[in-house]
């Protein structure tokens, strides 16, 4: 299988990874035929790649988070969210509950990848989609710097929640209203929803509030910088893995912290397994496997003399190659 990026060139193509909506039902069930028809629901439901049977065996695709569990977080996610329109009071028990699932079910091999594989039917299941998104970021960062349980889960819940103004402003105000509505709450903790209320701040101070620096809470930093990937992740300009930590390591230089920059790169895998790679000496191969917090130096199954062979970024004989361009 390869990933590849969605567009009118895929019709006709066959599907190797189901498609679901957020109920769970499916959507596009794997060996199915691509038509028109799906593109174009794909590309306004803004999933940008998804994965096609090209005769490869090779390639091992793990998610971060399995389907199943993850179409349930979105569920209880946006029963959380009508919930809180109605009452204007957040479900402890019930938040508590998802990000509980997520800490559990979490896959933190380095072969595992966000994949973009369920379609939303509403705003609403878009937003929580989002906000499900960023928690396993930022869960992944906590748990590569050790945090305890306790800890742990207030920055998962401020990651699930921080978008919670949503449900009654579309503009930066929301972080406010998030934050008043979670603080309503007296089982979650300070830190947890100071987090949203400083959101958008940056390391230069650049943010609403001209919070910056040693000021900002850890929370904040990571989830920041995790809400910025996703929503370019995710944007209407439909780029990759790489391109996006291209975005974010140009803003990293002042509005993120070093440190928490560093342990997100080293996170974040920007080759993912399947894509089509060419590399600086104009071999063209396939991301076939992972190093371990080397994100940029992935093993590539290259085509060279009518065979194909296994080329680690890694090895010592490898260290002048690096991968030029992404072919879709």
Known sequence: MKLVAVNEKLIGDVLATPIYTERGLMFLNKGNKINDMAITRLKKMRINTIYIEDGNDEISLQEVLPTPIKIQCIQSLVEIFNET???????????????????????????????????????????????????????????????????????????????????????????KIGYELVKKNTVFAATTYMAIYYLYEREDGSGPFGVCGEKLHEFIKILSICNEYIKIISGEKRILPHEAIEEITAMAITKFDKEIFKDFIESIYCYPNGLNVKLNNDLLGIVVMQNEGVTTRPIIGVYKNDSYCFCNLLDKSNLTLFIKEVVL
């Open 85 to 175: 329109q109605a009452k204007q009071y957040v479900n402890d028990k019930k938040v508590i509950q998802i990000v509980k699932n997520i800490i559990n079910d979490i896959n933190l091999s380095e072969n595992a990848v966000l994949i973009s594989n369920i379609v939303p039917n509403s705003e609403l299941s878009k937003l929580a989609m989002h906000c499900i998104d960023v928690t396993i970021l930022t869960i992944i960062i906590g748990i590569k710097k050790k945090f305890n349980d306790s800890k742990l889960m207030n920055l998962g819940i401020a990651s699930l929640l921080h978008d919670i103004g949503k449900l009654f402003s579309d503009n930066h105000e929301h972080v």
